[in-house]
């Protein structure tokens, strides 16, 4: 998967990508990430980017020309299946997301927003999805851009040492994830559950599940009343936590 992600500062995209799994991915010939400096795609004889929006109040607004020029330059090379605009009124993004862009693109564009955003007319001609990460405001699109990046390429097989680590994470069947313990066996009078070291992989699923649904109830209602409706088979409540 190649994502091409375009800012007006490209620097804030530097260290996201360099370390880690992330790393990895691009090592491993697996993902491409490449960041585009906007300022290369000035166009008014002042050299700038953006201007003041038409009407009162508002603040500075990225303008359509070099947003515009900058997709087209990228689309003479290769097919993107998405171009998304990161922005706070986007759709709010989550792991069903996540799930379908990686699956399902090869080449995405992620425009990054700045100020008081980017005209409305090149949003309609270019943009075939807006995300949001969630209900604040951020100061800029990078930061968010970095985390929907993420998101994907931890997706894509072979990019997890662990192939079915991704699929066990949070929120892929509609859950949080259980609880996890390593070593030592005792901590600060605190043992590890009794069943993770039992080496019974079905009670342990069981006992997984049960954390998994226990977990979901108390923190995130949300999340467990769609659950629920999904599984209509689930009529008991969990099992309270067990040592
Ligand atoms: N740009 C500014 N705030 C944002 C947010 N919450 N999500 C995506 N892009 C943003």
């Not at 995300?131 to 990046?149: H, P, R, Y």
Request: one cysteine or more; aromatic letters at 6%.
């Amino acid at each position: 998967m190649r994502i091409d992600i375009i800012s007006c500062v490209p620097k804030l995209l530097d260290s996201p990508f360099s370390h880690s799994i992330l790393q990895r991915a691009n090592d491993k010939a697996l993902s491409e990430v490449h960041v585009h400096d906007l300022r290369e795609y000035k166009v008014n004889k002042h050299g700038h980017i953006d201007d003041y929006a038409y009407g009162h109040g508002a603040g500075m607004v990225l303008m359509a020309d070099p947003i515009f020029n900058c997709i087209e330059d990228l689309k003479k090379e290769r097919d993107y299946q998405e171009v998304i605009y990161m922005t706070p009124d986007g759709e709010v993004f989550d792991q069903q997301i996540a799930n379908h862009l990686s699956i399902s693109c090869e080449n995405i564009i992620i425009l990054c927003g700045h100020y008081k955003g980017i005209d409305q007319r090149v949003r309609d001609e270019v943009i075939t999805r807006e995300i949001s990460i969630g209900d604040f405001v951020l100061s800029g699109g990078e930061l968010a851009a970095a985390v929907v990046a993420d998101a994907i390429i931890r997706l894509i097989p072979g990019v997890l040492g662990d192939e079915t680590s991704a699929l066990t994470d949070s929120f892929q069947d509609g859950l949080l994830a259980p609880p996890v313990y390593t070593r030592p066996r005792e901590w600060k009078g605190q043992e590890v559950p009794d069943i993770l070291l039992s080496g019974h992989e079905s009670k342990i699923d069981e006992w997984r599940l049960e954390q998994s649904m226990e977990r979901t109830k108390e923190r995130r209602p949300d999340l467990w009343e769609k659950y629920l409706d999904a599984h209509p088979e689930v009529k008991t409540k969990p099992k309270k936590k067990k040592k």
